[in-house]
Structures are given as C-alpha cells and as structure tokens.
C-alpha cells in the first residue's frame, strides 16, 4: 500500500521515509501544500500523513479540498502544535487521527495502521449498475467481474457521479468535485476521463444530457 507524506522538514521527512519503506510501505514525500494536491489528483493513497504548518497554506487547506472532493482518503495530521483548539480543528476539519510532534516512530506506524483498518471498516454502499461494480471501501471497480484498472482522475471522476444517481452533474461541478474549486485545470478535461470510463466500463454507464452534463442512471423528471 502506498502512503503520501506532506511535511516541509526535509530531515524529519526523510526519517519518516526510511521507517516507512523499513516497515514494508511504499511513500511519497512532498513539502507543500500544492504538491500534495497535485500528488492527491494523480495517486489513490492507503493513508496520507499531513503536517499542519506547512510553508505558505496550511495542511488544513489540503485537508478541506480532500474532504470537499469527496476524498476519503484517511488522513493522519502530524502537528507541532498540542492546543486543543487545534486538534479540534483538525479533526472537524475531517482528519481521521493527529500526532503532536515530537513523536516516536512506533506510535506513528501504529497509528498509520489504526486509521487504514477503521477505513476499511467503514459501512461503504456498493454500487451496481448493469455488470459493473464499484466496492468503494477498497476502492476496486469490476466489469462482469473482471477487475478494471482507472486513473486516479477517473475514479473520482465515476465516484463523484454515482453518489448522484440519477442526477444531472454540469462539467463545471464534475471539475470542482475531481479538481477542487481552486484548480486552474481546463474543464473539458472532464469530458476526457468520461469517454475514458465509457470506453473501459461501458457506453451505457454514464449519459449525456445535452446542454447540462452527464449522469448515471434515469434522469430525474
């Protein structure tokens, strides 16, 4: 399973690293809050470890993007800063467990472990539609029962429509759900990972509806 590591204490960071890969994980290490994002649209992650005081935006604003776009990925907040307030925040804000710094490295692994199992314990619905199946508690799509393979991108981008059967979601919204509100990144790229999910899950799984966007299932009336 793969970790991702946002922390701008470049040594602290790399011991993070070595511990990890000694313990059997694979991770990947970035130092702001920008390269978290970008690393978050382009990987599906087992956990993400997230230092609160990063350089220029906060850990936290990572956090709500994630949480915005309908990514639960779990999210252990590695924080310097042991007020309650903080805590608060941080667990309001959607992160699954916090570390205050200092910590040992034992607990970190332990708690790592901890969030990834009440993951995967979370009451998750399944979807179906036709043939495919979408087991969101492992994040695992299957046609016909033959697992399929989907970019990060068009997973939540099928993720983001069938939390809205039957409803009309614009390419707009289908980008600021994938994207995030925030990303400059064109919109039609959108209608890229549909025909892509069209291609690979079928032509029947998601329509068009011209002039508003695209939906799973009968249309509202």
């Known amino acids: 399973?793969?970790?991702?590591?946002?922390?701008?204490?470049?040594?602290?960071?790399?011991?993070?690293?070595?511990?990890?890969?000694?313990?059997?994980?694979?991770?990947?290490?970035?130092?702001?809050?920008?390269?978290?994002?970008?690393a978050l649209l382009d990987h599906l992650y087992a956990a993400v470890l997230l230092d609160i005081g990063l350089p220029g935006e906060s850990g936290l604003t990572v956090l709500r993007a994630m949480r915005a776009s309908y990514d639960a990925t779990p999210v252990l907040l590695l924080t310097a800063r042991g007020?309650?307030?903080?805590?608060?925040?941080g667990l309001d804000a959607g992160a699954d467990d916090y570390l205050v710094k200092p910590f040992q490295f034992d607990e970190l692994w332990a708690r790592v472990r901890s969030v990834i199992r009440r993951s995967q314990g979370r009451v998750v619905p399944i979807f179906t539609y036709g043939d495919v199946r979408i087991d969101r508690s492992?994040?695992?799509?299957t046609r016909a029962g033959v697992e399929v393979t989907l970019s990060a991108h068009e997973y939540r981008t099928l993720l983001a429509l069938v939390e809205r059967p039957g409803r009309v979601v614009s390419r707009d919204h289908l980008h600021d759900l994938v994207y995030g509100t925030a990303s400059s990144v064109e919109?039609?790229?959108?209608?890229?990972?549909?025909?892509?999910?069209?291609?690979k899950l079928g032509d029947d799984l998601i329509r068009t509806v011209h002039g508003l966007g695209y939906v799973i299932g009968q249309p509202a009336a």
């Open 138 to 141: 492992r994040r695992v799509v």
């Open 1 to 38: 399973m793969n970790l991702l590591l946002v922390e701008d204490d470049q040594m602290l960071g790399e011991s993070i690293c070595d511990g990890a890969r000694q313990s059997g994980w694979h991770i990947d290490h970035v130092g702001d809050a920008s390269s978290a994002r970008l």
């Open 83 to 89: 007020q309650l307030s903080e805590r608060i925040a």
């Open 187 to 199: 919109s039609n790229t959108i209608a890229v990972f549909v025909h892509q999910l069209r291609r």
